[in-house]
């Protein structure tokens, strides 16, 4: 079961920054925190992830909580071309890694 | 271009077919994993392989039978599956790494999308 709780849907305006929330309270010490989207009739891309600290790469930036017990995405200006199911995962390990996807958040751009 | 690639990108099957859906990574890495994705419905791990040994099995029905030849390749069978079982199939490969840049990201196929009549 997927150990991450996101909302299902969120709204921006085009131009503007997108905060995307995720908790994941029983996260473990050793677990990664990942994010991905998955745009429309396409496989899921990589967005970002990090263990501890806030990242930042060109596509995103990703805030951890200090208890590591949620973080948020953050697309800085949005486009139309963001527009698509964000996931945040847990990399699991347990002999090997895992990936559990959750619902994800579907983020919608408006023009 | 992601580096990996899955044919064939549709499949049409009667219950009673055998057929295969195949996945190749062109990245080195050193594991694969099969998705099954529904409509509405989020993705669901179905098995992984490291170093082409199974390492999960996400109680996939045997109708699902995966094989991984080498660290490159990785095939689902079907045979006698059900109309339920339509949905996109996503490959997905990574190396795993403890940590660093690039730990354990995944780089994903585009899918293969089963019909079962």
């Known amino acids: 079961d997927a150990k991450t709780t996101q909302p299902n849907s969120m709204e921006s305006n085009e131009e503007e920054p997108v905060h995307l929330p995720c908790n994941h309270s029983t996260i473990s010490g050793t677990d990664y925190i990942h994010w991905y989207r998955q745009l429309p009739s396409q496989g899921p891309e990589y967005v970002i992830h990090?263990?501890?600290s806030n990242v930042n790469n060109r596509m995103a930036s990703l805030a951890i909580a200090e208890d590591r017990k949620s973080s948020t995405l953050i697309l800085h200006r949005a486009t139309l071309r963001d527009a698509a199911v964000y996931y945040c995962?847990?990399?699991?390990?347990?002999?090997?890694?895992?990936?559990?996807f959750g619902t994800g958040t579907r983020l919608k751009v408006l023009a | 271009e992601t580096g990996v690639t899955q044919t064939p990108r549709h499949l049409v099957m009667g219950m009673t077919n055998k057929k295969s859906l195949k996945c190749e990574q062109h990245l080195g890495h050193n594991a694969m994993y099969w998705y099954k994705q529904s409509a509405k419905k989020p993705l669901e791990l179905m098995f992984v392989?490291?170093?082409?040994?199974?390492?999960e099995n996400n109680s996939v029905p045997s109708r699902f039978s995966p094989e991984c030849p080498n660290s490159s390749h990785l095939f689902l069978h079907l045979h006698t599956l059900q109309p339920e079982d339509s949905a996109l199939y996503l490959c997905?490969?990574?190396?795993?790494?403890?940590?660093?840049?690039?730990?354990?990201?995944?780089?994903f196929g585009e899918g293969s999308r089963l019909t079962v009549l």
């Open positions: 990090g263990l501890t």
């Open positions: 997905a490969s990574s190396q795993d790494l403890a940590g660093g840049p690039k730990a354990g990201e995944l780089f």
């Open positions: 995962i847990l990399r699991d390990y347990s002999g090997t890694y895992k990936y559990i």
């Open positions: 392989y490291n170093f082409k040994e199974q390492t």
